[in-house]
């Protein structure tokens, strides 16, 4: 019975995920009508395989379903920009930055948008508090975001969140009649602010925010870096972790109380009053943390062990992992494609599996590295899979971070309870200074390591060898086979092929309103620009350029050239510096773009072929204008220059105007492509690096009809997301757009027919 019970578990695990990600990684969604004849099929099999492909059928109707009805609610593409007064709430702690707001605004019943909506409000001197009921005139955006090999999938990560819509505000006011907020609203927003009170000034006291009450306006870039380098970001997002640390902890204190009194266990038995206090604490937990998407699948899980612990039967971790996993899909679906879900239950699996009783035996003191070690091999294949490298310093921090970790989490909240509750606030500042103390370690550990990130980026098919040779490495019941599972590691050592000589790979990369270009070489990397960023906002060189490197296989950049200083040309630039080492780095007050230089990297000629007189221009007409030549091939980069330079260029040499592909001037603007500058390159394809829907209409319309009237194929980066082309490696470059890789979340795109 129990074997029955276990397979039948397996298959309705296997098969519900199988079913859910075919939904979601598919290119477009099934039809139902597929999924019906398929239903029909498999009721009419009487093969071993019928209840796995029914359960498969299942999540894959229950995933097509959810998926469905948030497209749906989607704002359209064709009302992006149109303003719209909606009532609704504040449904989270609003996020304070220098300038704006930024929160997660939930429409209410009968509005013009039916779902969430993510929300900035610039230049408010307006006090935010989650749960408030706002009517608020947004100018309404569809959801959109940058599409860069490497790059992170912002449209994703707003299908997975569930919004409908991104926004900013015109105008707001408060709801006129409005239902009091929910409870636990106003009590995190008090207890934020008693939290203020009580560690006023205290360095400490920002992180105590966050892991009491979710409240992560505090943290700032360079927090966020030291997490990210020693790979403790989990920490300050509350979790599985933190829940699971906190309905322990009360279980085990529950269950020695009340096995104090023989009268309360003759009423109820002890590990039942654990498992209630455990079930208590972890709901007052998650309701401080707002009840956040994260929370709630934790509560989930920890309900479904609750009832497996109440039951009194004795029931394999294995059952209960697997019972947790298939609640989290019936609960969402869409969780599957987040980082946090998968190495959550990868966690506790490798966990589980390393702690069986198969396995068992060790002593104490050797049982906690080991299990470090177990962690670092059961989730560097999920690491490498979902951020194209992992932290060396994880695995070392972690395993003193994370003992301490679960010391002072529970010795926080009970002193804040405390506090609350009117007594002395003196352990609460004991706590906060420890805190303090974690948080100096972290950063000499971040600052003091010659190596942070270990950048790799292995095929599926190495990904998976890897996660198969970790289960035969940590699997007890299989030890004679982990050298096999050592040598499944190996092909994530294998070098990734190179370049052939006389080829280059150009990229335009997918920046928004601005421009970035990297055109890499057998041995050598050159970055055109760097992408725009902007103060407390988003930064195109850590988010687009540094992450497309990284995931290229880049060590070094060997000449970052920026074209001139304007932002959204230079902005990112530090942040390439600071993400990779840059070996010559061309801008003004050093080393400057000026004809005629020129020089050749394994076989690809490089020429600069303006500004000839660098003094002599300004403002947009100094951009540096750059031709990359291979195997015949040709292509152009002129980043702003304008209607002047342009007839300098095709006045002084015509001839070395000639590509076939042309990095448009100033994004498409009207004050550049003038008719004989058009004329004079002679291309096939002709890029705009722009944002969609910019506010300054880039590429113009009248721009792109001039070149197409020369036989020109025109495509935008705002539309198709970047942009790659191989010279030399063909009898003409053929282009790609990262948006022509369908899926159901992002908007889609077909790259037109290219010039014969």
Avoid at 218 to 229: F, K, T, Y
Avoid at 583 to 605: L, M
Wanted: charged share 15%; with cysteine.
């Amino acid at each position: 019975m129990e074997r029955t019970s276990r397979g039948g578990l397996l298959s309705a695990g296997l098969g519900a995920s199988l079913g859910v990600l075919g939904v979601l990684w598919s290119p477009l969604l099934l039809p139902w009508l597929v999924l019906a004849v398929g239903l029909l099929c498999v009721l009419s099999m009487r093969t071993g395989l019928r209840w796995p492909l029914l359960w498969c059928l299942l999540g894959a109707s229950w995933t097509l379903w959810h998926a469905s009805s948030l497209l749906d609610a989607r704002w359209p593409a064709e009302r992006h920009g149109e303003d719209v007064t909606v009532q609704g709430r504040i449904a989270e702690l609003p996020l304070q930055r220098a300038d704006h707001w930024r929160f997660r605004f939930e429409a209410l019943p009968g509005e013009a948008v039916q779902g969430a909506v993510r929300t900035s409000w610039y230049f408010s001197d307006v006090a935010l508090a989650g749960g408030q009921c706002w009517v608020l005139q947004l100018r309404m955006r569809t959801p959109r975001g940058a599409v860069s090999p490497g790059a992170f999938d912002y449209e994703r990560w707003l299908f997975a969140e569930g919004y409908v819509a991104s926004a900013y505000v015109r105008e707001g006011r408060p709801c006129a009649e409005a239902a009091p907020p929910r409870w636990w609203h106003s009590m995190r927003q008090h207890l934020d602010a008693a939290l203020g009170r009580w560690l006023e000034d205290h360095p400490a006291l920002d992180l105590a925010r966050a892991l009491t009450v979710a409240n992560r306006n505090g943290l700032d870039e360079a927090d966020w870096r030291v997490l990210r380098v020693t790979g403790t970001s989990h920490l300050v997002a509350i979790s599985g972790l933190h829940v699971g640390l906190v309905a322990g902890l009360f279980l085990f204190l529950g269950r020695w109380l009340w096995q104090r009194s023989a009268w309360l266990c003759r009423q109820l038995p002890a590990p039942r009053a654990g498992l209630l206090a455990g079930t208590a604490a972890a709901l007052a937990y998650a309701a401080l943390a707002g009840f956040s998407v994260p929370t709630q699948r934790a509560l989930l899980m920890w309900a479904v062990v609750a009832l497996a612990l109440w039951s009194g039967h004795r029931t394999r971790a294995w059952h209960v992992l697997m019972l947790a996993w298939l609640a989290v899909l019936a609960f969402d679906p869409l969780a599957v494609l987040g980082a946090g879900t998968w190495l959550s239950f990868l966690a506790v699996a490798t966990i589980v599996l390393v702690s069986s009783e198969r396995a068992g035996g060790a002593a104490v003191w050797w049982r906690i590295p080991r299990l470090q070690a177990a962690l670092l091999v059961g989730l560097t294949p999920a690491t490498l899979l979902f951020f194209d490298g992992a932290s060396l310093l994880a695995p070392v921090v972690n395993a003193v971070v994370i003992p301490a970790f679960a010391v002072l989490l529970p010795l926080l909240l009970a002193s804040v309870a405390l506090a609350w509750a009117g007594g002395s606030t003196l352990p609460l500042t004991a706590a906060a200074h420890l805190l303090e103390w974690l948080r100096q370690g972290l950063i000499l550990a971040a600052e003091s390591a010659p190596m942070l990130w270990l950048e790799a980026v292995p095929g599926a098919l190495s990904l998976l060898c890897a996660a198969w040779g970790a289960f035969l490495l940590l699997s007890p019941q299989l030890q004679p086979l982990r050298l096999l599972g050592l040598i499944c590691w190996l092909p994530l050592l294998w070098p990734r092929p190179g370049l052939a000589p006389g080829v280059a790979e150009v990229a335009v990369l997918d920046v928004g309103q601005g421009l970035s270009v990297v055109v890499r070489t057998r041995e050598h990397t050159l970055v055109y620009d760097a992408g725009p960023a902007w103060p407390g906002g988003f930064d195109a060189g850590e988010a687009i350029v540094v992450p497309y490197l990284r995931q290229a296989g880049v060590r070094a950049v060997d000449r970052l050239i920026i074209s001139h200083p304007h932002r959204d040309h230079a902005g990112g630039a530090p942040a390439v510096g600071q993400g990779l080492p840059v070996v010559e780095h061309w801008e003004e007050g050093g080393t400057v773009c000026r004809h005629p230089q020129r020089w050749d990297w394994n076989g690809v000629a490089f020429e600069v072929l303006h500004p000839r007189q660098p003094g002599r221009w300004q403002e947009n007409n100094r951009s540096c204008v750059l031709r990359v030549s291979a195997g015949g091939q040709r292509l152009l980069i002129s980043g702003d220059i304008e209607a002047a330079a342009e007839q300098a260029l095709y006045t002084a040499a015509p001839d070395r105007l000639r590509s076939q592909i042309v990095v448009v001037p100033h994004h498409g603007s009207r004050t550049s492509s003038t008719p004989a500058f058009v004329a004079a390159t002679q291309a096939d394809w002709a890029l705009f690096s722009a944002g969609w829907r910019n506010r300054h209409g880039h590429p113009h319309p009248e721009v792109q009809r001039r070149w197409k009237s020369t036989g020109a194929q025109t495509v935008s980066t705002g539309d198709a997301g970047s942009l790659e082309v191989r010279l030399g490696a063909g009898s003409k470059p053929a282009l790609r757009a990262a948006r022509e890789q369908r899926r159901i979340w992002r908007a889609a795109f077909r790259l037109p027919a290219a010039v014969d």
